[in-house]
Nanobody, 126 residues
Framework: QVQLVESGGGLVQPGDSLRLTCEGS????????IGWFRQAPGKEREFVAA????????DYKDSARGRFTISRDNAKNTVYLQMNSLQPDDTAVYYC???????????????????WGQGTQVTVSS
């Protein structure tokens, strides 16, 4: 079973960038589709970005498209979320999640994922 640990969060100003890292351990990372989700205080968890097992295809939340980039390096058991032009609305705890799958597809619904990391806080404030 692949375990997940997120890192890279922090406090930044509007317009700044951050790169989040999701590191997996304990199994064949390339067997898993990976998604990034976030949850702001008082709000439901929402989809941010997802990548398929081989990084063949990706998808993004509309407000993240063009600003965020998800990528993965299966040799390093790592998925990244590069976030540019951050805005206060991006403030949330960011989670990565994994889904064991035989398909090379991405998944955007949180209930499809079966294991989550502990999250990393991103705060965008001037």
């Amino acid at each position: 079973q692949v375990q997940l640990v997120e890192s890279g969060g922090g406090l930044v100003q509007p317009g700044d960038s951050l790169r989040l890292t999701c590191e997996g351990s304990g199994g064949a990372f390339s067997n898993y589709a990976i998604g990034w989700f976030r949850q702001a205080p008082g709000k439901e968890r929402e989809f941010v970005a997802a990548t398929s097992r081989t990084d063949y295809i990706r998808d993004y939340k509309d407000s993240a498209r063009g600003r965020f980039t998800i990528s993965r390096d299966n040799a390093k058991n790592t998925v990244y979320l590069q976030m540019n032009s951050l805005q206060p609305d991006d403030t949330a705890v960011y989670y990565c999640a994994r889904l064991y799958t035989y398909t090379d597809l991405y998944y955007t619904r949180s209930e499809q994922y079966d294991y989550w990391g502990q999250g990393t806080q991103v705060t965008v404030s001037s």
